[in-house]
């Protein structure tokens, strides 16, 4: 088993009562950090953070609305002190469709939580990170943001906006001792690959040279290498987690 030393450290998990956010709270938790896992289904983040044990706490929080992503902030602070780490990993894939279809309240749920969620999230955590002088953030991108796929417009521009936004927060906060980093996976065995169309799982596979679906769990030990004091020399970066399928 893999597993990081995150003694100390106070760690804030955006959607992770499920998929690659429950993964990642559990490796962050296993190795020794204390996780606040917020999640649009408050119910849902209770009962990860009951299952994960005494180090966590489960926050009801709609990364939609700003306003409840700072006070789940300042919820998890009170209880395990200020954010060492952030991860973003609220997101959903939006329906299926061709562009023609897709209407301007779908453009707008799927950017609003994909995009909106992890700029409000990042925001809510970087002031007290940086009077403290030490924060690592990991927002979780898509090769969706890099590549585009095809029945995904908003999903893909959502994605490319959170590449977008951790280039430039990484600059922004460089030399403050906050690091700033994405991943872009390739399809993981998760809820949100589950509930896509097969049209849809079978292209983004078949672009796949490992030919596979990540596990949440690879996709944790990457966010948690990130997140770690291992990563000294990257800020702005996104790193591909994708069976081969990026190659820029
Ligand atoms: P998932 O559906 O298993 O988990 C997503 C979590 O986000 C859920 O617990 C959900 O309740 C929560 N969430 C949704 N809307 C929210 C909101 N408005 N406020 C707060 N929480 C909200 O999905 P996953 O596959 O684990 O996805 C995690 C992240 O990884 C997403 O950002 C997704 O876009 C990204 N991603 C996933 C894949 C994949 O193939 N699964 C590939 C690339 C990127």
Redesign the pocket.
Same mark, same amino acid.
């Given at each position: 088993m893999i597993t990081y030393d995150f003694s100390g450290r106070s760690a804030v998990i $955006?959607?992770g009562?499920?998929?690659?956010?429950l993964a990642t709270a559990r490796l962050l938790a296993s190795s020794g950090a204390r996780v606040a896992i917020? @999640? #649009? @289904?408050g119910a849902?983040a209770e009962a990860a953070a009951g299952a994960i044990g005494e180090n966590a706490l489960g926050v009801g929080? @709609? *990364?939609?609305a700003s306003a409840d992503v700072n006070a789940a902030v300042s919820r998890a602070a009170e209880q395990h002190g200020p954010a060492d780490i952030l991860v973003c990993?609220?997101?959903?894939?939006g329906r299926s469709l061709r562009t023609v279809e897709v209407d301007d309240a779908e453009w707008e749920r799927v950017n609003a *939580?994909?995009a909106n969620?992890t700029f409000y999230a990042m925001r809510a955590v970087l002031g007290a990170m940086l009077e403290r002088g030490y924060g690592r953030i990991v927002n #979780?991108a898509? *090769?969706a943001g890099k590549e585009g796929n095809p029945m995904a417009a908003a999903y893909s521009a959502s994605?490319a906006a959170v590449i977008g936004m951790t280039k430039s927060v990484g600059k922004d906060v460089a030399g403050s001792g906050v690091l700033v980093n994405c991943i872009a /996976?390739? /399809? #993981?065995a $998760? /809820?949100?690959?589950a509930g896509l169309t097969e049209e849809h799982v079978t292209y983004m596979l078949s672009r796949v040279p490992l030919a596979r679906l990540a596990t /949440?769990e690879e996709a944790a030990i990457a966010i948690c290498w990130l997140a770690s004091d291992a990563m000294t020399f990257s800020t702005g970066a996104a790193f591909d987690l994708s069976g081969g399928r990026l190659t820029y």
């Open positions: $955006t959607g009562a499920s998929g690659i956010g917020l @999640d #649009v @289904d849902e929080a @709609d *990364v939609r990993c609220a997101g959903i894939a *939580v994909n969620g #979780v898509s *090769v994605k /996976p390739a /399809p #993981v $998760t /809820p949100m690959v /949440p």
